[in-house]
């Protein structure tokens, strides 16, 4: 199984070396892992920095990305006689200014896989504690959708992009604010996004975090997961979008249990952006 969602220290928000968290998915069985360390972009919310050896780093910087690269390939030479292939990874936080907002290196990387997301609504951080509440008291739960999916698929058609990750991330605080309506609104918008990911070749991720927080349903939902497969999406991966250790594979089994009931056939797997299915198993 793979687990193509990992953040380990560099990230602001996450714990753990690339070899614990190695180590971790060896323990677990699994054969690949991405890391997909945070790329933050929108400098108003003040979050676009990493970790680089005990320093603080700004993300526009080359310097962290040259360390980060060099690690992760040490990674692979190293795990892989192990039975475990280690892919170069990022989450890169989708903003209008994006090309503005990367490190000058960031085209020549030799990324295996990049993920794009969506954390912020008008510089608000729509998925973290205390921040959410902000931008769903200024707006309506129809103009969160609206502001939400068009700027999802501005990133889809971007080209910047081989997956989207955790699609419905409104829904982890939406739900308590606006009610059990939040997670109907992307319904008016499926279509035309699932239309810009088959034109642009982008996939979309099962992000088993939400089953660890005691949530019934990973992101995106079931219900979300069956439609795009209706619309003839194909491209998917599967994360468990851990920050420590501990999580790196959890629930991966349920996600590709869920593909399967969802009439999917085959997982993605990612090298040097070149995408190869395998049959789910």
Known sequence: MFDYHIHPNYSIDAEGSIDEFCEEALRKGLKEIAFTTHLDTDSVADDCYVNVRGRTVSTRSSEWLEDYEASIRSADDKYRERGLRVRLGVEVDYIREIEDSLPENFHSTDFDIILGSMHLIDHIAISATGRAEKAFKKYSMEEIGNKYYTLLQEAVESGLFDIIAHIDLYRRFGLKFYGDGVREIWKPHIESFAQAMNRYDVGFEINTSPW????????????????????????VTVGSDAHTPRDVGRDIDRAYELLRNSGFENISQFEKRVIHNFTLT
Request: proline residues 8%.
């Open 212 to 235: 660890r927080r005691g949530q019934q349903q990973p992101m995106p939902e079931a219900e979300i997961v069956k439609e795009l497969r209706r619309q003839g999406v194909v491209i």
